[in-house]
């Protein structure tokens, strides 16, 4: 199993450029999440899938919009990159969403927006 | 509201000693209470978890947490460290009936031979 997996690893856009963030998990998981991770800020949800078909808001959403294309993927965009944008993305998934089993987590993409 | 607070940025010990990152947490009835590390340029590995039932947990790689509850915390512990755990450690809660992970800010550990 490759778990979850994340497209791209490295990407530098300028601002105002559009860009998706892909993810994958093999684990048959119903959930996913996207969060971003800033210094001293920890991890931030961006947004979620509870289940196939369904995603919700998370803390942090503006200028970012998701798609649950199946139950495996779950891609994030970012219509109009900003600055403030530059941050490392990680895409993670669970079993379901009242589960009380552990997410597990990708290797995150590190975006740096000029 | 659900919240979680590392209160130590960072955390320096020497190999061999005992290792503690504290954890606090806030959430409205019982919690689901997790360990995460990240070792650079890596993501978040899971360690242990508290789900119920005995409060000392016990996870991967010789680590354990003790879940208090009057106290709402869950500090991480590791008798002995090795120079090999110097990472960077998240705390991570959820309320029982809420979907949603909420993430302390993290607390570099970095343990010297």
């Known amino acids: 199993n490759a778990g979850v997996t994340q497209t791209p690893k490295f990407q530098v856009l300028k601002t105002g450029q559009s860009m998706t963030l892909q993810c994958a998990q093999d684990?048959?998981?119903?959930?996913m999440y996207w969060y971003r991770q800033d210094p001293g800020m920890g991890l931030r949800l961006i947004y979620y899938?509870?289940?196939?078909?369904?995603?919700d808001k998370g803390e942090v959403p503006n200028g970012y919009n998701v798609s649950r294309l199946n139950k495996r993927e779950f891609s994030l965009r970012l219509e109009s990159a900003a600055p403030s944008q530059t941050s490392v993305y990680f895409c993670?998934?669970?079993?379901?969403?009242?589960?009380?089993?552990?997410?597990?987590f990708g290797p995150g993409t590190r975006l740096t927006v000029l | 509201a659900q919240s979680v607070a590392q209160p130590e940025d960072q955390v320096n010990v020497a190999e061999g000693n005992p290792l503690t990152v504290k954890c606090t947490y806030s959430?409205?009835?019982?919690?689901?209470l997790f360990w995460y590390v990240q070792y650079p340029n890596r993501g978040l590995q899971f360690l242990l978890k508290?789900?119920?039932?005995?409060?000392l947990v016990k996870g991967s790689y010789g680590f354990e947490a003790e879940f208090n509850k009057s106290q709402t915390s869950f500090h991480l512990k590791k008798p002995s460290a090795l120079v090999s755990d110097s990472a960077l450690y998240f705390c991570?809660?959820?309320?029982?009936?809420?979907?949603?992970?909420?993430f302390g800010a993290g607390t570099t550990v970095t343990v010297r031979a």
């Open positions: 993670a998934s669970r079993v379901g969403p009242l589960s009380y089993n552990e997410q597990f």
């Open positions: 684990m048959n998981h119903n959930s």
């Open positions: 899938s509870a289940s196939e078909g369904t995603t």
């Open positions: 959430v409205s009835g019982n919690p689901y």
């Open positions: 508290y789900i119920t039932g005995d409060n």
């Open positions: 991570a809660v959820r309320g029982l009936n809420d979907y949603k992970l909420s």
